[in-house]
């Protein structure tokens, strides 16, 4: 077993840190992302806890300092596996390498496997185009209403996604057609997610999707990550959607979460409750509310947001606890496209031990360097990936000092004691 108790990977969803060298294979926009580097250009945006733990060593960054002893470790993470979406950088840092990856259709979805799906759920369906999911139920919403008929759309990413009003079309109606889509698409149709996407509103004052959101995932390979850590006993408590993405496997406990600020919360609530194991958080409100909608100011403010929460989370670390922090894709809300973008993912890590601060982690050339290592650390090996635990580990220097402390008006006392979850 490794130096950690516990490990706390918080994935930034969508938060990439620059373009890849094979973006240009993923997009016509993909060469131009940069989704950190041009979020803070067009919306200046201290960062302070995230610029201490050694962010602005990974890359310049607008405004974000490279601090001369950060107290993390920095690098950045290529995407290896062939995609850019939730399920493929989610599966990536679990040690899955998807090549190929799963099917897109950009042209809609064949119509043998659109009229075996209506047939199915015993109605038609509109649009069976890609599109942007805010776009297309303004557009189609009115007709919707009208004939009950579900929302059919795709986009640049491996998905299947059916919109529905929920005063129309009840929840669990919606969710079970999003079960009839799942078992139908096998073989060449096999999408990385089905989602339910409900909504609500009228045609005079527009439409708005709600969070009764739900996504319903291909099943992860055997021997990722969370199975090896089950096998050997290291219990997993899962915070917003990593639980879909992975279909529970693995997971010891989980919560649900309704914000980005929710699911820092309950990040917290997990820093008093799990005794030892993995806590595996997605913070998706960066991709779902801001990336997509090209929203600059709204995912700036949630940047400030979570490193506000950060500064709160470092201050209550254990002195056996690891902070990973990383990201499954990017999705630049500055390109014209609304979709996500094929980027490096931002890599830090962070412990109150000195002797695991000031490390150039490097150009990781996987996701699954972070499964990796955790899985190391809890005395468990994956197929993919290279651990970088050993090289953080490296003699305390003289001084013991390591940089600036964190902002001061961020730390609270810890809560003593720990119960498991």
């Given at each position: 077993m490794g130096p950690f108790a516990r490990i706390f990977l918080i994935v930034l969803d969508s938060v990439g840190i620059g373009a890849m060298p094979d973006a240009a294979r993923y997009g016509s926009e993909d060469p131009l992302s940069d989704t950190l580097g041009h979020v803070l250009e067009r919306q200046p945006t201290p960062l302070p806890t995230l610029e201490a733990l050694g962010l602005g060593h990974i890359r310049p960054l607008h405004g974000i300092v490279a601090?001369?002893?950060?107290?993390?470790s920095w690098g950045r993470c290529a995407l290896r596996s062939d995609g850019k979406d939730t399920t493929t950088g989610h599966w990536e840092?679990?040690?899955?390498?998807?090549d190929p990856g799963f099917p897109i259709f950009l042209g809609g979805f064949p119509i043998e496997l659109v009229a075996e799906f209506e047939r199915r759920i015993g109605c038609g369906t509109l649009g069976n185009v890609a599109a942007s999911g805010t776009e297309i139920i303004q557009r189609l919403g009115a007709e919707h209403l009208r004939t009950g008929f579900p929302i059919l759309y795709t986009s640049a990413d491996s998905v299947f996604q059916l919109a529905a009003h929920e005063e129309r079309v009840s929840l669990d109606r919606l969710y079970a057609m999003c079960d009839n889509a799942r078992a139908l698409l096998q073989g060449p149709w096999r999408v990385g997610r089905v989602i339910a996407r409900p909504f609500l509103g009228d045609a005079g004052q527009g439409f708005v999707r709600t969070r009764n959101r739900h996504d319903y995932a291909v099943p992860p390979p055997a021997g990722m990550l969370l199975d090896r850590l089950a096998e050997r006993g290291v219990p997993v408590h899962a915070i917003g959607k990593i639980a879909d993405i992975f279909l529970g496997r693995g997971i010891s406990s989980h919560v649900p979460m309704s914000s980005n600020a929710d699911g820092l919360e309950k990040t917290l609530d997990a820093m008093d409750a799990v005794a030892a194991g993995l806590v595996f958080v997605n913070l998706v409100d960066f991709d779902m509310l801001y990336g997509h909608r090209n929203d600059v100011a709204g995912y700036a403010a949630?940047?400030?947001?979570?490193?506000?929460?950060?500064g709160r989370i470092v201050a209550r670390l254990?002195?056996?606890?690891?902070?990973?922090?990383?990201?499954?894709?990017?999705?630049d809300p500055t390109t014209r496209s609304t979709d996500h973008t094929r980027e490096y993912a931002?890599?830090?890590?962070?412990?109150t031990h000195p002797a695991f601060a000031g490390q150039d982690l490097g150009t990781r050339a996987s996701l699954?360097?972070?499964g990796q290592t955790i899985a190391e650390n809890f005395g468990a090996a994956l197929a993919a990936g290279d651990s970088f635990l050993s090289?953080?580990?490296r003699a305390q220097r003289g001084d013991g000092v390591m940089g600036p402390p964190f902002p001061r008006e961020q730390k609270r006392a810890a809560k003593p004691g720990a119960r498991a979850i």
């Open positions: 601090q001369g002893s950060p107290r993390g840092m679990a040690g899955i390498i998807l949630a940047l400030a947001e979570c490193d506000r929460y950060l254990r002195a056996d606890d690891l902070l990973l922090l990383t990201a499954d894709h990017g999705c931002p890599l830090l890590a962070y412990s699954a360097d972070v090289s953080m580990k």
